[in-house]
């Protein structure tokens, strides 16, 4: 069993920085690949980033390529997702999700255990 939480979002004007955590603790926590996904009202639920357990290999939606990054601190068992140049667009519920098992890192259905997400606002 693990337990994500979310920590790091707020309200940000557009074109400004916000950093987001995941904290994964319980059995061997860091040896899931752990992905960022955000759902805005009225919308479903997409996938935004993701990084395999090592971290050597990160994938990123095409709408935050070039302004998100994700990394992880196995040593702290916190994977980052750093957001830049925010866009109104960006507003959203941030969730992490963890997966023990292989498969395509942008699909939903590979991860087994979700945080209960953090709120990201980004004003005009």
């Known amino acids: 069993q693990v337990q994500l939480v979310e920590s790091g979002g707020g309200l940000v004007q557009a074109g400004g920085s916000l950093r987001l955590s995941c904290a994964a603790s319980?059995?061997?926590?860091?040896?899931?690949?752990v992905a960022w996904f955000r759902q805005a009202p009225g919308k479903e639920r997409e996938y935004v980033a993701a990084?395999?357990?090592?971290?050597?290999?990160?994938s990123y939606a095409d709408s935050v390529k070039g302004r998100f990054t994700i990394s992880r601190d196995n040593a702290k068992n916190t994977v980052y997702l750093q957001m830049n140049s925010l866009k109104p667009e960006d507003t959203a519920v941030y969730f992490c999700?963890?997966?023990?098992?292989?498969?395509?890192?942008?699909?939903?259905?590979?991860?087994?255990?979700w945080g209960q997400g953090t709120q990201v606002t980004v004003s005009s």
């Open positions: 999700a963890a997966a023990s098992k292989f498969g395509r890192l942008s699909k939903s259905e590979l991860y087994d255990y």
């Open positions: 319980g059995r061997a926590s860091s040896s899931y690949a």
């Open positions: 990084i395999t357990k090592s971290g050597g290999i990160t």
